[in-house]
């Protein structure tokens, strides 16, 4: 109950996208049966959605090392919740460093480290540690998190998505693309001016699970030469709905840090 509480929250706080059926936008790719009377404006509009969706991915977020402290605020159906405060370090590819902390009390309450095969949970509260394989956390939370997901839901890249795209809209300020992959339909807006995504949504293909998310990407800062979005602001529901918003304070990229982690011999293990 522990691990799933946990990973509860990170799912929620660094989430997967979406709300509810999205609207429905233009389309651009035509059927198949079609393809051999493009014209040219067919062939304008292609390369303008390629185009738009290039410059999109160049506001990839590239990184050696990240770290942040984060404030986080929810409130669900039973109300608001306890404020948390989360420092998260990350070596790229090779470890995620989290601490949990109350903070009223500023109290740590969990501390976590994720490597590309492995998960480690030490509850300071209750003095016990797990050991897990990262497979533990597809299990947990029954989405398809590999390492380089989970690297990209804390430094605010677009996840689930691909170079796959079936349906596209451009508006006078926002750029709206729709991609679907074998686990989610991805629909996310983008800036015109500059291609900064502002919005993202996700639903899940499954539909007895009618799991949906919504994400809102704000008040971006230069900080080390990258445009990083310092608030968000997330609503994730299935069974019950649950509102959260994230301010990062404190962001640093590619400086030397530690993400040593270790456990007191008392601690028990699991």
Partial sequence: MLMKNLFSFL???????????????????Q?????????????????MV??????FKKNHILFTTFQAK???????SQGKNQDLTAV??????????????ASILNVEVYRLLITKDSVILMNKQQKEVLYRS????????????????????????????????????????NILISIVTKEFKNLFTMQVSDHLMTHAKLDDLDVNRNRTADITYEDYQPIDSVLFSTVRHITVSEKNKLD??????????NKELSVYFSVPKNYLRK
């Fill in 88 to 101: 998260v370090r990350m070596v790229k590819d090779s470890a995620i460093w989290i601490s949990l902390s």
């Fill in 244 to 253: 959260i918003r994230l301010q990062f304070k404190q962001v640093e990229f």
């Fill in 70 to 76: 984060i404030k986080v605020e929810s409130s669900g």
């Fill in 134 to 173: 990262l497979d533990y956390l597809q299990e947990v939370t029954k989405i398809p998190f590999d390492f380089k997901t989970l690297q990209d839901l804390f430094i605010g890249n677009p996840i689930f998505i691909s170079d796959s795209i079936n349906a596209y809209r451009k508006l006078d300020q």
């Fill in 50 to 55: 390629k185009t738009d969706f290039e410059n």
């Fill in 31 to 47: 059927p198949k049966e079609v393809v051999n009377t493009i014209n040219k404006d067919y062939e304008d509009s292609i390369r």
């Fill in 11 to 29: 799912i929620c706080v660094f989430a997967f996208i979406s709300c509810r059926t999205t609207k429905q936008i233009n389309k651009v790719i």
